[in-house]
């Protein structure tokens, strides 16, 4: 049994680099082709305009000759499972003692309840925070088939320019367990005494992580309850008060109402 | 007779009980769901899938061979364990006292991502070596590993079956490889598939 739990936990984290390392490697590529072309365009006269003109050609039919996608209309939104007709079908399935359908039914209306809770709390959202806008057309409710694990609802607050805020409103029970153990961790809340890029702050009463990193702004967590929390990632905000002024536009004690934490 | 009979009758029970469990927790879920407590629903309907998961595990467990080789099953250790996080079910039966099992580990989201790693030759999935063989059972692609041997110098072997989204892992301790082989064959894997699918 600890051979299963230690193999199922090596194959999550030796999947979390392999999806790096193809990100990686794609950029790499690309990186790699610009720079040989460039050095071939240099020698063969070529201009850029040309070149440009040749990787347009190249985009829309690759030489191996397999068309490339140029547009479409993607896929329409479905609605949400019906959460009732899920529970009948589930309690029909069992009594039939077709467990396998039965838990399936189950699965769609723990689906359903999910999404209908995500778009809730969605609502309940403030329209605006300091000065930024919501961007409904980037709302985002995800619920896996996985139960509580991995819900995440998502929110984006635009200036319309260069300064954003998103908060995601998360539930997953390993994010969360490594977050509530970092303040379990005294020598981890230590500044070196120059650049103190993560510290532990206070939203509402609730004790929260904020972190600093040039690349990516600031970034606020806030553990809630047993396995949810919250995440503020804020990109060209002045200072740590103005993330935290952000932060406090938000009623934390809702969102844990609305996802049943204490 | 009469203790047979209450023997008989306790499995019949514990299912009746269970069956119970999954009404009573669909009843609730219902009505918090028609009350607008979708939290509470959430947790109900949690309980209910781990019900299933339960009488699932159970009937899996009727499905295994009585008997690894000359080894009794060891009923008194089987184990059925369901919960909705990353582990998922698993079902556990133990034969004889050399340590020798037979452990089902499904409906977890980490088992797509095992069976690929036991599939991959370059990190010592399926591949041949020295000590693993790739060897089909019921038709299913799976990893035979020779594990030493134990005190009487016998082989100790595991088996590791993956398929659609379980994962059944057989320690063979003190047998020989075609014995292995011939306990696996006798699992009904498409049965067992059935009810955990």
């Known amino acids: 049994m600890k051979r299963i739990v230690f193999l199922l936990c090596s194959s999550f984290l030796f999947s979390i680099p392999q999806f790096t390392n193809a990100q990686f490697l794609k950029k790499l590529k690309e990186k790699a082709n610009s720079a040989v072309n460039k050095v071939v365009d240099s020698k063969t006269g070529n201009t850029s305009e040309n070149s440009t003109a040749t990787e347009s050609q190249n985009q829309s039919s690759e030489s191996s000759g397999k068309p490339v996608n140029k547009g479409g209309a993607g896929l329409k939104n479905t609605a949400p499972p019906d959460v009732n007709a899920a529970m009948d079908d589930a309690t029909k399935a069992f009594s039939g003692n077709n467990y396998s359908d039965a838990r399936y039914s189950v699965q769609q209306a723990l689906m359903g309840i999910e999404i209908q809770l995500g778009r809730q709390l969605l609502t309940s959202l403030p329209d605006n925070v300091d000065g930024l806008q919501k961007d409904t057309t980037q709302d985002k409710v995800v619920s896996t088939q996985w139960g509580w694990n991995n819900m995440t609802i998502q929110r984006v607050y635009s200036d319309k320019k260069d300064k954003q805020c998103t908060i995601t409103v998360g539930n997953n029970m390993l994010y969360s367990g490594l977050v509530n153990a970092y303040f379990g961790n005294a020598y981890a809340a230590e500044s070196n005494g120059k650049d103190q890029n993560v510290k532990q702050v206070k939203v509402q009463g609730n004790k929260a992580i904020i972190s600093y990193d040039e690349s990516k702004g600031y970034t606020l967590i806030v553990p809630i309850g047993q396995s949810s929390m919250v995440v503020w990632e804020c990109i060209n905000f002045a200072n740590e008060d103005e993330v935290m002024n952000t932060a406090n536009a938000f009623n934390i004690d809702n969102i844990k109402k609305s996802l049943g934490e204490k | ?197």
Do not use: C, W
């Not at chain 2, 063989?133 to 005190?151: A, T």
């Open chain 2, 1 to 197: 007779m009469k203790k047979y009979s209450i023997l008989i009758l306790i499995p019949f029970f514990t299912i009746a009980v269970q069956a119970q469990d999954f009404s009573k927790d669909i009843a609730e879920a219902k009505a918090s769901y028609s009350s607008g407590k979708l939290a509470d629903a959430h947790f109900s309907l949690e309980q209910a899938i781990q019900e299933i998961d339960m009488i699932v595990g159970k009937e899996v467990l009727k499905l295994l061979p009585e008997k690894m080789n000359d080894m009794t099953a060891t009923t008194n250790d089987d184990q059925v364990s369901a919960n909705v996080g990353f582990v998922g079910a698993t079902v556990h039966r133990s034969y004889g006292t050399t340590g020798s099992q037979v452990e089902i580990i499904s409906n977890s989201p980490l088992i797509t991502s095992l069976n690929a790693f036991l599939n991959m030759p370059f990190v010592g999935g399926m591949m041949r070596n020295s000590t693993t063989k790739v060897v089909k059972i019921q038709g299913y692609k799976s990893r035979l590993e020779k594990q030493g041997d134990n005190e009487n110098g016998k082989p100790n072997y595991q088996l590791q079956i993956p398929f659609k989204s379980a994962l059944i892992t057989i320690t063979a301790n003190g047998m020989d490889e075609n014995s292995v082989i011939s306990f696996a064959n006798s699992i009904p894997l498409d049965k067992i598939a059935a009810l955990i699918q």
